[in-house]
């Protein structure tokens, strides 16, 4: 390598000083943007790495967040799973009760018309059994009535009887 440096310089192209001369400029040129422009360089790429670190830090908080915010969505997801289950059988309890108390009301209504229709019988009975013993006391007067306006003999008496007997089925 310096047989190669030593050649360049031999040949008579290049000078020595102008060599020199070129060395000195690019060392100064070197210092200038290392005082001008290396400063400005390397604070702007440190802010620049800085903000890709806090980019990164973000990124990461920002994923355990979402994170968090998956789980309580999946927890009140569940939650609301557990209470909607909760209002469909409270509405099937309810609906069951419901059912049953009409159930219930139907029974109970049955058994009351059956009394009253018990009731309602009796009384036709003794409406029927009250007419029959007034219609009896009514056919006795007039029977009464005939006896006591003719004398009558065994056989006009059982005639009379049959009479009322046949009256009684009509």
Not at 72 to 80: N, T, W
Not at 144 to 158: F, G, M, P, T, Y
């Amino acid at each position: 390598m310096f047989q190669s440096l030593i050649k360049i310089f031999s040949s008579g192209d290049l000078y020595l000083g102008n060599a020199i001369w070129y060395l000195v400029c690019f060392a100064l040129l070197l210092i200038g943007i290392k005082k001008a422009a290396w400063g400005p360089i390397t604070d702007m790429m440190e802010k620049r790495r800085q903000q890709v670190l806090d980019d990164l830090d973000s990124a990461a908080e920002n994923r355990k967040k979402a994170e968090v915010l998956a789980n309580q969505r999946e927890a009140a997801l569940s939650d609301s799973r557990k209470e909607a289950s909760k209002i469909l059988s409270d509405a099937r309890a309810n609906a069951q009760a419901t059912g049953e108390q009409i159930v219930k009301d139907a029974n109970d209504e049955a058994s009351a018309i059956r009394k009253q229709a018990k009731v309602d019988a009796d009384q036709a009975r003794t409406d029927a059994l009250k007419h029959a013993h007034d219609d009896v006391a009514d056919i006795s007067v007039a029977i009464a009535e005939k006896l006591i306006s003719k004398n009558l003999s065994s056989d006009d008496h059982d005639a009379l009887v049959d009479q009322f007997i046949k009256g009684l089925n009509k």
